[in-house]
Nanobody, 125 residues
Framework: QVQLVESGGGLVQAGDSLRLSCTGSGRTFSNYDMGWFRQAPGKEREFVATINRSGGSTYYADSAKDRFTISRDNAKNTMYLQMNSLKPEDTAVYYC??????????????????WGQGTQVTVSS
């Protein structure tokens, strides 16, 4: 299995940018489609973005389109989420996840087998 660790969260103001990272270890990172999810207080975890094994295909939730960019560097076993023009409603714990099954894009929580511990993003107004 692959172990995933997120980093890069923090407290920012509305309109600021933040880049999250997710580093994998234990298995070949490029064998997994990867995704970002988030969970706000009192809400269910929701899909944000996903990227396929090679990095050549991406897919976004409507809330992330035009503001967020997902990318990966398989040589560094790392995936990124560049978040621009952040809004207070983006406040959540952000999780990265790995999916070893074929079929892209996968947007459901239960399609991903491996999860990081999460990183908190707080956007103040």
């Amino acid at each position: 299995q692959v172990q995933l660790v997120e980093s890069g969260g923090g407290l920012v103001q509305a309109g600021d940018s933040l880049r999250l990272s997710c580093t994998g270890s234990g298995r070949t990172f490029s064998n997994y489609d990867m995704g970002w999810f988030r969970q706000a207080p009192g809400k269910e975890r929701e899909f944000v973005a996903t990227i396929n094994r090679s990095g050549g295909s991406t897919y976004y939730a409507d809330s992330a389109k035009d503001r967020f960019t997902i990318s990966r560097d398989n040589a560094k076993n790392t995936m990124y989420l560049q978040m621009n023009s952040l809004k207070p409603e983006d406040t959540a714990v952000y999780y990265c996840a790995g999916d070893r099954h074929w079929g892209f894009p996968n947007v459901q929580n239960d399609e991903y087998e491996y999860w990081g511990q999460g990183t908190q993003v707080t956007v103040s107004s």
